[in-house]
Structure formats: C-alpha cells, structure tokens
C-alpha cells in the first residue's frame, strides 16, 4: 500500500473515533445536567427547609454543561482515583512487630520458590559457566589442530620439531 494511501486510511480511522468519543462526551454532559438539576432542587429545598420556608413552585433552570468541564470533572476523578487507590490500599489494620528477629540466618528449602533475584543470579552463573567451557574446549581444540599439524608437516619433511628449534 502506498504512503498515501495510508495517510488517508489513518485519517478516515482517526475521524471515526474523534465523532465516537464526541458522541460520548454528549451523552456525559447530558447525564451531568440530568444529575446537576436534580442535585440543584434537592440542594434548594434542603436550603429552604432550613431557613423555613419552602416555595416549591419555584423552578430552576438546568446550567449548561459544556464539554470542557465535563472532560475536566472526569479528569478530576480519574486523578483522584489514582491517586486515592494506592493510599487506601496501603493502609494495613496489622500491628508493627515488636519482636527482633532471630540472629541466626536460615536457608530456605530447596523447593521453596525462589525470588527473581535469585533466578536471574543462577541463570547468569550458569551462562558464566556455559561460556568457560565453550573458551576451555576452542583452546583445546585449537591446541590439537597446531598440534596435529605440525606433526603432518614433520612426516611429510621428515624433520621433528625439536629439530627445528
């Protein structure tokens, strides 16, 4: 697919979510009025019950939401979530601990299930090892192939290699 063509299949896609979340967005800010007015009367005829007079044929006009606040209120409340969640969760009802802990360290089982720390610790060691003995092995082996070879080269010359020396 050319460029192009992709630039315009992208814009079609972002087209079709900005008029889905405008349709969103309405629908919040017209629950918001549906619940704005019905806290507003509810809010008025506490007020007018506490000063003792109470007008109940007095109507109140729903203000006007506009999607600014109602984006700002959800934003409100996703922060406060967020940040209330790991407070809340945090608290813990256990009593601090008043004991000390024992002065000998005790090894765990060897199936009791070990930390991250620990398996990231055995698997570096093991690839530590891993790599020692490939190192060990090309020494060798190249040690065996100067070897083999010198000793080629003195039977077919006819010569030793101390010879040489």
């Known amino acids: 697919m050319s460029l192009r063509g992709q ?4 814009c079609r896609e972002w087209r079709s979510l900005r008029r ?3 349709r969103g967005l309405n629908r919040v800010v017209k629950l ?13 005829a506490l007020m007018q019950q506490q000063t003792g007079s109470v007008n109940m044929s007095e109507r109140l006009e729903p203000k006007q939401v506009c999607r600014r606040s109602a984006l700002a209120f959800i934003g409100y409340a996703a922060v406060f979530g ?8 945090s608290v813990s009802q256990a009593e601090a601990q008043t004991t000390t802990p024992p002065a000998t360290a005790t090894t765990p089982p060897a199936d009791a299930p070990k930390s991250g720390t620990e398996r990231r610790q055995e698997r570096r060691s093991g690839r530590t090892e891993r790599r020692q003995e490939r190192r060990t092995g090309r020494t060798e082996r190249r040690q065996q192939r100067r070897t083999g070879r010198d ?4 039977a077919r010359d006819g010569t030793t290699t101390e010879q040489k020396k």
Not at 82 to 89: G, Q, R
Not at 151 to 154: G, K
């Open 151 to 154: 000793e080629r080269r003195d």
């Open 7 to 10: 630039l315009s299949r992208r």
């Open 32 to 44: 918001i009025q549906i619940n704005s007015q019905s806290l507003a009367v509810t809010w008025n």
């Open 20 to 22: 889905k979340l405008q």
């Open 82 to 89: 967020f940040v209330a969640s790991p407070a809340i969760l």
